[in-house]
């Protein structure tokens, strides 16, 4: 299916009922649809159509949502991938935030709550046109490229990793909450619950090593020192 507007967001989903509804909001959105039921297709059309995101049902029979999205990260692919579970296990969708995945929802969801997901990966990839540059500590983001670096050093982040790390150093030294990271990168609250930042500030600190500035606060949030 040719894409509209906004782009084309592949929907990769066995259930057809629920790709039909999906995709049916995504286009009322302005985006193209293309929908694929089975894991090794959709990786074969993610490398052919190369949509501007992805959602990504975790149960996949076969090759199911974690190794597609393994599979696009280990080739370099940072497409936008949000996935969805039926599975009302915080470890599963924690392991798909941990492989590069930017968001998540649990079925049953609202597709309108969907779109609106799709659109706010989609603006933390697209990026900002201001002209900036912030470092803190041994970390360093240029917000017009959307590049990081640790130390000398330039590392690969997902969009949410990238917004993360960008709204901590751009407030060096400054006590943020879990809920107020949430709202600020996420763009909603509570809905994705606390433990997801707490898993994109380990991947941070994993990716930026020595070079991380990042602190906790016990018993409130994290914190970006400059040294």
């Given at each position: 299916?040719?894409?509209?507007g ?9 259930e057809?009922?629920?790709a039909e509804l999906?995709?049916?909001y995504?286009r009322?959105?302005?985006?193209g ?11 074969a059309?993610?490398?052919?159509l190369?949509p501007?995101?992805v ?6 029979s076969?090759?199911?949502g974690?190794?597609?999205?393994k599979?696009m ?7 936008p991938?949000?996935?969805v579970?039926?599975r ?11 492989i ?5 929802l ?11 997901r799709?659109?706010?990966?989609l ?5 900002t046109?201001?002209s900036?540059?912030?470092e ?13 670096w ?6 690969t ?7 993360l ?9 400054r006590?943020l ?6 709202s600020?990168?996420?763009?909603y609250a509570?809905?994705a619950?606390?433990r997801?930042v707490d ?5 941070l600190?994993a990716k ?9 606060v016990?018993?409130i949030?994290?914190?970006a020192d400059?040294?």
């Open positions: 299916m040719g894409s509209a906004r782009g084309l967001v592949l929907v990769v989903e066995d057809a009922a629920i999906a995709a049916m995504l009322r959105d302005g985006f649809v293309h929908v694929e039921a089975d894991g090794a297709a959709a990786l059309t993610v490398r052919r190369k501007v995101a959602v990504l049902d975790i149960g996949l076969g090759m199911d974690i190794e597609i999205c599979a990260r280990a080739a370099g692919d940072w497409t991938v949000l996935f579970t039926a009302d296990d915080e470890l599963d969708r924690l392991l798909g935030l941990e590069g995945a930017d968001d998540y649990t079925k049953p969801f609202s597709p309108r709550e969907l779109a609106a799709v659109r706010t990966v603006r933390r990839a697209s990026g046109p201001a900036e540059t912030f803190c500590g041994g970390a360093r983001v240029d917000v017009t490229s959307r590049r990081a640790a130390g000398d050093a330039e590392i982040l997902t969009s949410t990793e990238f917004d790390l960008t709204y901590l150093v751009r407030h060096p030294g006590v909450s879990r809920d107020q990271l949430l600020a990168v996420w763009g509570a809905a619950g606390t997801t898993v994109h500030v380990a991947q600190r930026l090593g020595v070079h991380s500035p990042i602190r906790t016990r018993g949030g994290y914190a400059a040294g």
